[in-house]
């Protein structure tokens, strides 16, 4: 199983990216997929999840302003990052906890945003 994170960047303050992860070897339509980011000097924390059914959860950082969204399909769980702040500033990294009895993870995208 491989999870390749993509659409990480530069971007200013009040703007939006949008990250994705596509996910190869397994299909995902059972399972929660994640995102995480790990800030410089910091500890790595979850930002959104989505279950199976499609309930999400966020952290409160970035309610309002993040959406998750998956595509069983196409094997890719999006993040939808809008308002963007400079303390949002980390490397993103997309999760599966518990894919076919294993944790993965994806190599991590870094997303910049400028004051």
């Known amino acids: 199983v491989q999870l390749q994170a993509s659409g990480g960047g530069l971007v200013q303050a009040g703007g939006s990216l949008t990250l994705s992860c596509t996910i190869s070897?397994?299909?995902?339509?059972?399972?929660?997929m994640g995102w995480h980011r790990q800030a410089p000097g910091k500890q790595r924390e979850l930002v959104a999840v989505?279950?199976?059914?499609?309930?999400?959860k966020f952290a409160d950082s970035v309610k309002g302003r993040f959406t998750i969204s998956r595509d069983n399909a196409e094997n890719t769980v999006t993040l939808q990052m809008n308002s963007l702040k400079v303390e949002d500033t980390a490397v993103y990294y997309c999760?599966?906890?518990?894919?076919?009895?294993?944790?993965?993870w994806g190599q991590g995208t870094q997303v910049t945003v400028s004051s």
């Open positions: 999760n599966a906890p518990s894919l076919r009895g294993r944790e993965y």
């Open positions: 070897r397994s299909p995902i339509g059972t399972y929660t």
């Open positions: 989505i279950s199976s059914f499609g309930s999400t």
